[in-house]
């Protein structure tokens, strides 16, 4: 019985994390797709693809790219031991380099 709780935990956990990377994602989207024509692009990849495809379908490109790739980490969970990590690591990083720094930037144009 013990097993199975912490197993449905595990499962549980690992479903948040899953949806807080898509979010992270999203609102990188999202910010990078308001704060672009005021601050530009700091990424030269995604700079080069935005000037080739253009703004919408570069981010929608890297998004759903981003996205597709954690759902099938996501799937791979019960074979691979490293998906919980990764997940947090990857939501560190996002928070870290794009959630906090956007936020502040879009928070400014309030002032």
Known sequence: MR???T????????WQLLLLNVTLQVFDGVATWQ???I??????IMLHAMSQMGT???LFMFK???CL???FLWACASRVPFVHDSFVVLATTYTLLSFIPWTA???SLLA
Do not use: F, I
């Open 39 to 44: 601050w530009g692009e700091g990424n030269p």
């Open 64 to 66: 759903l790219k981003s």
């Open 105 to 107: 930037r879009l928070v």
């Open 56 to 58: 919408g379908a570069a």
């Open 35 to 37: 704060g672009v024509g």
């Open 7 to 14: 197993a449905g935990w595990a499962r549980d956990r690992l």
């Open 69 to 71: 790739l954690l759902l």
């Open 3 to 5: 097993v199975m709780q």
